[in-house]
């Protein structure tokens, strides 16, 4: 059965998404490594010469297709709960939502503000405002939301692996 990590920018779905395969002896899969490797550009490069929407008709496509990987650890991208479609199809597995303050999630995804173009010249201010208008579509989604706040990687795939071990 494949674990699906969401959250926003900066939560870091990927850092944990590469130890949990690891620990629990799992592939990873990163969707938006995908999505690169799909197009063979970066995602910055995607939204420059597709356009956004053409990046999340992609995205839902590949989420669409981890049914075929299994025993997968999935890193999504943070938008991935954007589209109605890609909610439902994640209500349907088991999803962990990685939150954190606004703050810190903030300057970490802002250390790759190149390499995010949606992050280009954004505020904390306009940060927040997507971080709320996406954060009860992040818990409609997930089967455990993760306070990861002063929580190191290995503490929070921890928490997963023990909720994988007793919860399913």
Not at 72 to 96: A, M, P, Q, W
């Amino acid at each position: 059965m494949n674990i699906f990590l969401i959250g926003m920018m900066g939560s870091g779905k990927t850092s944990v998404g590469q130890l949990l395969s690891k620990y629990l002896n799992n592939t990873f899969y990163d969707l938006d490594t995908g999505i690169e490797k799909r197009f063979n550009l970066t995602i910055k490069e995607i939204f420059n010469e597709f356009g956004e929407k053409k990046f999340r008709e992609v995205e839902s496509s590949m989420l669409q297709e981890t049914n075929n990987l299994e025993n997968c650890i999935i890193s999504t991208g943070g938008g991935i709960v954007i589209r109605d479609s890609n909610r439902e199809f994640l209500k349907e597995r088991r999803v962990y939502f990685l939150n954190n303050s606004i703050k810190i999630l903030y300057d970490r995804a802002t250390k790759k503000r190149e390499q995010r173009p949606l992050l280009k010249d954004i505020t904390l201010n306009e940060f927040s405002t997507i971080y709320e208008n996406r954060m009860n579509l992040y818990q409609e989604c997930a089967n455990i939301t993760l306070n990861t706040e002063n929580k190191s990687i290995y503490e929070i795939v921890e928490e997963i692996s023990n909720h994988e071990k007793f919860s399913f």
